[in-house]
């Protein structure tokens, strides 16, 4: 019982420290911004992450194709690794660390925004997304830990969560990337 409370204490100061970091508050802002104004000029939002973070990033492209709070038409945003017959192909005849970079070349527009999540931001096939999505005029957002990692250099926006603990810094991207998409969509329908 005592453990269980621990655990539930550890992700509460992670997002106590989120949520008196207004630095840190005031990027997430931006980067509802940036998304509504993405999806108002026509743009694509895609999303990549690998193992949880890439669960989290499905999540994220659903709330907007789907829907978050209101009942409205579906926004164009997609989780990259929903393709397992590309990613296990890409990945078998080049290299896993070129699945995003790949399908970034094809289908990225500028304009478009590309959300990376990564605890570490060392994500290697995530880095070579955002060197091309940069290549291509694309936004780039990072969702990391406490460092940024590598992602840091290579994100436009970089939401990095204050902890190095993956499963505390998990929960809170899912917070944050809740906030992202009720912005959005109070924001986006409001008219």
């Not at 929903?82 to 527009?109: E, F, P, W």
């Not at 590598?150 to 190095?164: G, H, R």
């Amino acid at each position: 019982m005592e453990k269980i409370k621990q655990l539930i204490q550890a992700s509460i100061s992670v997002k106590q420290q989120l949520m008196e970091d207004d630095a840190l508050v005031s990027v997430i802002g931006m980067v509802a911004d940036v998304i509504t104004n993405a999806f108002r000029d026509g743009r694509r939002v895609y999303f990549c992450g690998n193992g949880g973070s890439a669960a989290d990033a499905q999540h994220l492209a659903a709330e907007f194709s789907g829907r978050f709070y209101t009942d409205r038409k579906a926004l164009p945003a997609e989780a990259l690794h929903c393709n397992t017959s590309y990613i296990t192909a890409v990945g078998n005849d080049y290299s896993y660390d070129v699945i995003y970079a790949r399908l970034i070349d094809g289908i990225g527009q500028p304009g478009d925004v590309l959300v990376g999540l990564s605890t570490s931001g060392n994500s290697a096939n995530i880095i070579k997304a955002f060197e091309v999505a940069r290549e291509r005029g694309m936004v780039t957002v990072g969702f990391t830990g406490q460092t940024g990692g590598q992602l840091k250099a290579l994100s436009d926006y970089l939401i990095n969560i204050p902890s190095t603990d993956t499963p505390r810094i998990q929960e809170s991207h899912i917070l944050a990337g809740h906030i992202v998409c009720q912005l959005v969509e109070e924001t986006y329908f409001q008219s």
